[in-house]
């Protein structure tokens, strides 16, 4: 990056603003003025867009929650998502007070069955990756389809972000089926693994290799530039698979227990991949008439372990969020909630519950869907 000042000129004489206190000035602007001032010099635009820079305003800004609320129209066959952000995330407050960033629409046929990922700032939501803050969104290119004789397919798509090379990729993971056994891997012709990254030229997947056959089993969730997700090897091995954004090579991170292995089958709604101290773990509902969360720990090249339990949750259909402070609380949320936006707070110490609720101004009080993303940042990206 070039280190240089900015030579304010007035009637009498030209005045040099030092390097640092522009980043001090730019630090302090909102993000849709920062994308608006990368338009007034190339010295402005290395500033925003350098690692520095982006990292400065990561550790800077407070721990926020981006609230997406999802409204679908079929006799259109469209659906419309509107994004708020929340303000600074108290656990003494009962009350949450939102701000609204933007509104995009598009066809519900492109959004399919994937879930929705929120990473530093992008969202991707099936063929869409949108930046929530100024309601940009750019359409993901047609995937490349090897010529194979059966059409039966299995698919997934895990959206991360490279800090190293500050770039956001999607990995699109493709197992073609044949035959009509029970196993998939005795019914598998060959597995196809695509990645796109984001502002690249040409605008295309590119197909990268794995050593490692396998299927996958979950979400994905991204941790310091790498994804990670459950995954059944083609030896029956239930793990923890790591791919490495910045290198595209994957590996297995750790080994799933066979109590996890067990539970993981026998619930639906609460395995969810969360980042607990900035490492995997999974909360899983044991049982379904207790309302009750065991979570596991994975850790690099062992086997996970039960962290803890959550007994007495004030309700069922809960699902872990992640962790709020260094104290180790836990933030939960409602699987399914139309009439209010809330999270649940568990204090660790107290081991007390308290509903904590969005002040949202929105408007419809109704909504198809809605989810909540813990850590949101604004993103600079240019989409």
């Known amino acids: 990056m070039i280190r240089r000042s900015v030579r304010l000129?007035?009637?009498?004489?030209?005045?040099?603003?030092?390097?640092?206190?522009?980043?001090?000035i730019l630090?302090?602007?909102?993000?849709?003025?920062l994308v608006r001032f990368m338009l007034v010099s190339k010295s402005w635009r290395e500033i925003i867009l350098s690692?520095?820079?982006?990292r400065l305003r990561s550790l800077t800004q407070p721990l926020r929650f981006l609230l997406a609320f999802c409204i679908i129209d079929e006799p259109t066959g469209r659906l419309s998502y509107s994004f708020f952000s929340s303000s600074s995330l108290s656990s003494s407050s009962t009350s949450i007070s939102t701000t609204f960033l933007s509104k995009i629409t598009f066809p519900l046929r492109c959004r399919a069955s994937y879930p929705s990922y929120y990473v530093n700032g992008l969202m991707n939501m099936g063929e869409i990756i949108c930046n929530p803050c100024t309601g940009k969104t750019i359409?993901?290119?047609k995937l490349v389809n090897p010529t194979v004789a059966s059409r039966r397919r299995i698919t997934d798509r895990f959206f991360g972000y490279d800090p190293v090379n500050n770039q956001y990729k999607v990995l699109y993971i493709t197992v073609y089926l044949v035959g009509k056994a029970i196993q998939i891997f005795s019914k598998t012709k060959f597995v196809t693994f695509q990645v796109f990254t984001l502002g690249a030229k040409p605008k295309r997947w590119r197909f990268i290799d794995c050593g490692i056959p396998h299927t996958t089993c979950s979400d994905g969730l991204c941790i310091d530039g790498s994804v990670y997700y459950i995954a059944t090897t083609d030896k029956r091995m239930m793990c923890l698979m790591r791919f490495d954004l910045n290198s595209e090579k994957f590996n297995i991170y750790a080994r799933v227990s066979e109590e996890t292995r067990a539970l993981y089958f026998r619930d639906n709604g609460s395995r969810n991949l969360i980042n607990y101290h900035g490492k995997v773990a999974i909360a899983i509902q044991p049982s379904r008439s207790?309302?009750?969360l065991d979570l596991f720990i994975f850790e690099?090249?062992?086997?996970?372990?039960k962290e803890k339990s959550f007994d007495n949750l004030p309700q069922l259909h809960l699902r872990m969020k992640g962790v709020i402070n260094h104290m180790g609380d836990i933030i939960f949320v409602p699987c399914y909630s139309r009439s209010e936006a809330i999270v649940i707070h568990h204090d660790f110490k107290g081991a007390s519950f308290q509903k904590m609720k969005f002040e949202v101004d929105a408007e419809q009080d109704i909504y198809s869907e809605s989810d909540y993303f813990m850590g949101y940042v604004e993103s600079l990206m240019l989409i």
């Open 300 to 305: 690099a090249g062992k086997q996970d372990y």
């Open 290 to 292: 207790v309302p009750s």
């Open 27 to 33: 630090s302090w602007l909102p993000s849709k003025s």
């Open 51 to 54: 690692k520095s820079f982006i």
């Open 139 to 141: 359409f993901l290119p």
């Open 9 to 24: 000129r007035t009637k009498r004489r030209t005045i040099a603003v030092p390097f640092d206190l522009q980043i001090e």
